[in-house]
């Protein structure tokens, strides 16, 4: 199985500061990647695929990156409605796995 | 306006049985792939099951292989999941999504809001 490395597990920044979250796949995935946030109480919603695509109706300050098998979530200047987990998960392959989270809050 | 709608959660006692079903509007349904995900209490995200857009090929991991059966209804735009000889790891809510799958990506783009299941005594 692959497995998704993701850090930080917890993360605390203040409004508009950049912050970035970074999974490592355990083998090569291409760019079978998606980020997803939970608001809390809510359900996951996506926010990219494709490791860097942004889906429809996601703010622009949220952006995807690659680096071999690492993959980075960045958030360029939080906002107080940007708080909640964040999840990365895998597509390539079954099972499809998911990072264990990073939980972003407000300092 | 894509909606999944989850129903049939509950409390069943472990061995026992349990079948959630996932309305879904807004969207061509039988031409997607569809999936359940499952959130246990205070935990993380884990994949449990998808099917394909005629419902011949289906996928699970090792955790709930056997158990667990995914299934479709593409005329009455439904997924389903039935799951037998409960345990009491797999208490959490329950989660329908649409599994979009391309050329080079995937992904779960849309989610229902979630069923509780409780495997209790």
């Known amino acids: 199985d692959i497995q998704m490395t993701q850090s930080p597990a917890s993360l605390s920044a203040s409004l508009e500061e950049i912050v970035t979250i970074t999974c490592q796949a355990s083998?090569?995935?291409?760019?079978?990647l998606a980020w997803y946030q939970q608001k809390p109480g809510k359900s996951p919603q996506l926010l990219i695929y494709g490791a860097t695509s942004l889906a429809d109706g996601v703010p622009s300050r949220f952006s995807g990156s690659r680096s071999g098998t690492q993959y980075s979530l960045k958030i360029s200047r939080l906002q107080v409605e940007d708080i909640g987990i964040y999840y990365c998960q895998q597509a390539s392959s079954a099972p499809y796995t998911f990072g264990a989270g990073t939980k972003l809050e407000l300092k | 306006e894509v909606q999944l709608v989850e129903s049939g959660g509950g409390l069943v006692q472990p061995g026992r049985s349990l079948k959630l079903s996932c309305a879904a509007s807004g969207f061509t349904f039988s031409n997607y792939y569809m999936a359940w995900v499952r959130q246990a209490p205070k935990k993380g995200l884990e994949w449990v099951a998808t099917?394909?857009?005629?419902?011949?090929?289906?996928y699970y991991p090792d955790s709930v292989k056997g158990r667990f059966t995914i299934s479709r209804d593409n005329a009455k735009s439904s997924l389903y999941l039935q799951m037998n000889s409960l345990k009491s790891e797999d208490t959490a809510t329950y989660y329908c999504?649409?599994?979009?799958?391309?050329?080079?990506?995937?992904?779960?783009?849309?989610w229902g809001q979630g069923v509780m299941v409780t495997v209790s005594s």
């Open positions: 999504a649409r599994f979009n799958i391309g050329t080079t990506t995937a992904y779960f783009d849309y």
């Open positions: 083998q090569d995935i291409g760019n079978w």
């Open positions: 099917i394909s857009t005629s419902g011949s090929r289906t």
